[in-house]
């Protein structure tokens, strides 16, 4: 049986989605799109399931579409857009849709789509030993998979424009240092990291983590006064769930709350 492009591990109460083409650096096929998309529906449905891991075989993270996929095409032209639609933009819909955190693990390079799906999670942590490269422009592309999106907001147009039209890589230390990613760590200790902090958010309050993710998500594009009327809903929300119940009294009998029962 050929190796799955996914590897999927259900731990005690988080999941680790592993890409699995190490030989290509862990880069997209439609196989390993559809594996995913599986995978992480599979995240989001199962309760069990409090965070998410995604990290990288081998010695790379995801270098983004499998080029070789790409060539001998003769007069053959691709349409690049419809792969969008049909693959990319589901998958970075599907991690900034998905009611519980995602961590990103950055095993190693991270480039082209790899880069920006990386930066669709929420919380990125990257081995020392990792780069980051908006390759687009090597190969006459754009950046994709929201990268235009996510770079300007993260590091302004100078620093977004200097990575897009360059493609020079980015060291993981540096992006820390500009604030494109939670942090930076020694390789050895990167699956460590990133599981102790899927613990943590597994034994955390999922449906707040979830309600503050969108809230993040929609200060975007609103402007404060609608961004102050969906905190007043989004806390009212929250000011009625169990777990808050169980955050007060646990502070208040000091003590650990348990989130995990509710
Ligand atoms: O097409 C659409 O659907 C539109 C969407 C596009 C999204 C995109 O992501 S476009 C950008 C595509 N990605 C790239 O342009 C990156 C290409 N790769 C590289 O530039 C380099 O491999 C890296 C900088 C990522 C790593 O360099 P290095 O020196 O560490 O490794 P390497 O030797 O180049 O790669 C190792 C192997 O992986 C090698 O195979 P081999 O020679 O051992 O048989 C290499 O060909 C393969 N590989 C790496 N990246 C890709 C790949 N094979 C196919 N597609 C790749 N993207």
């Known amino acids: ?67 070789s996929n790409r060539v001998n095409m003769g007069d053959e032209r691709p349409d690049l857009g419809a792969t969008l639609e049909a693959n990319y933009n589901p998958l970075v819909r599907a991690i900034r849709a998905l ?88 390789d050895a200790d990167l699956m460590a990291e990133a599981e102790a902090q899927a613990r943590a958010f597994a034994d955390g309050p999922t449906a707040a983590y979830a309600l503050t993710k969108q809230a993040i998500h929609a200060a975007g594009t609103n402007t404060l006064d609608q961004q102050l009327d969906l905190e007043r809903d989004y806390q009212r929300q929250a000011g009625f769930s169990d777990d808050y119940k169980e955050g007060v009294a646990a502070f208040m009998e000091k003590r650990k709350p348990d989130y995990r029962k509710r």
């Open 1 to 67: 049986m050929p190796a799955p492009t996914v590897i999927h591990d259900r731990r005690d109460g988080y999941h680790v989605l592993t890409l699995n083409r190490p030989d290509r650096l862990n880069a997209f096929n439609d196989e390993l799109h559809a594996a995913l998309r599986e995978a992480l529906a599979s995240c989001a449905a199962e309760d069990e399931c409090r965070a998410v891991v995604l990290t990288g075989a081998g010695r790379g993270f995801c270098a983004g579409q499998d080029l």
């Open 99 to 186: 009611p519980k955190p995602v961590i990103c693990a950055v095993n190693g390079v991270a480039a082209g789509a790899g880069a920006n799906i990386a930066l669709a999670c929420d919380i990125v942590i990257a081995a020392k030993s990792a780069k980051f490269i908006q390759a687009f422009s090597k190969i006459g592309l754009v950046p994709d998979s929201g990268g235009t999106w996510f770079l300007p907001r993260l590091l302004g147009e100078a620093r977004a424009k200097g990575l897009a039209l360059t493609a020079q890589p980015l060291s993981a230390d540096d992006a820390e240092r500009w604030g494109l990613i939670w942090k930076v760590v020694d």
